[in-house]
């Protein structure tokens, strides 16, 4: 069973007489091919800001699939860390070097053809696992989706240990930015 | 509702053409844009087991959350290295920082 937004979601939608399976199955199969799609103008697009912008609406889809996982927490820091961090920080660094946004500069190697072939070897090889993988699935209802409550718990019990790890790294990162990052004196 | 295997599969075709993106592109920003992509093709493996397989207290959204740290501190770092080599050799195509080879 669907828990979370998505089921309220899919309440207010049967309220209005639509079939609730069916707009559940639609909307995520919309929101995974504009992710798929946004990926592919994200390695495919010329010039570099539109390929930017491209990725923040691919990770605002991946935050749309998170919600069908019933992970709204990791949705929402998806957004949040992603959307409002990572891609500002990319938009901010093909501001600071110059003449890339260029259509008439080439941004693909001459190893297209043969990246193009591997990751297509790739992908269906995966395919091929996953449709014929037999996945241990827990039955209906027994695997219950963990709520912001578990996740805190887990982050401050059984896993503060890498929680402060995380935290050092991300310390680690901040110095190691600014040193890196500082212009040389004159 | 949705099967687990369409889950995977959108993990798959995320995480092909971050590959592709990876190998093909020739600036320093847009490989890193397609890593981007692939980790979180990886998170949405972790999360999609975590759902249908379940596990102890929230282990597969805990670990995407380490995911997703480890990732801003990689664009970080990464992107700061981009700033810093092209204030120096004036350029961010990966083919021509070659001053370490000789």
């Known amino acids: 069973m669907m828990n979370g937004l998505i089921r309220q979601l899919s309440d207010i939608v049967s309220n209005y007489g639509l079939p609730r399976d069916f707009v559940v199955q639609a909307s995520f199969y919309v929101i995974a091919g504009l992710a798929c799609v946004f990926a592919f103008g994200v390695v495919a697009m010329r010039n570099i800001f539109h390929c930017a912008v491209s990725l923040a609406l691919c990770l605002f889809c991946i935050a749309g699939v998170y919600l069908f996982l019933n992970a709204e927490f990791l949705a929402v820091v998806q957004i949040l860390i992603y959307v409002g961090a990572i891609v500002t920080l990319f938009i901010f660094a093909i501001m600071l070097t110059s003449n890339i946004e260029d259509r008439s500069i080439r941004q693909a190697n001459r190893q297209v053809l043969v990246s193009a072939a591997v990751a297509a070897a790739i992908l269906s090889f995966f395919i091929f696992i996953i449709i014929g993988a037999p996945w241990k699935t827990a039955a209906e209802g027994t695997a219950t989706a963990p709520g912001l409550e578990d996740i805190g718990r887990a982050l401050m019990s059984a896993y503060a240990l890498p929680f402060e790890f995380i935290s050092l790294i991300l310390l680690a990162a901040l110095v190691g930015a600014i040193v890196i990052g500082k212009a040389k004196k004159q | ?102």
């Open chain 2, 1 to 102: 509702m949705i099967p687990q295997n369409h889950f995977l599969i959108l993990g798959a075709v995320l995480f092909a053409m971050g590959l592709y993106g990876a190998l093909t592109r020739r600036t320093a920003i847009g490989i890193l844009m397609s890593i981007e992509l692939i980790l979180n093709a990886a998170n949405i493996n972790l999360i999609t087991f975590n759902k249908f397989i379940g596990g102890p207290d929230g282990l597969g959204q805990v670990f995407a959350l380490f995911v997703m740290a480890i990732a801003a501190a990689s664009a970080v770092i990464g992107l700061v290295l981009v700033i810093a080599v092209y204030r120096n050799m004036k350029t961010i195509f990966t083919e021509k920082m070659n001053i370490l080879k000789w």
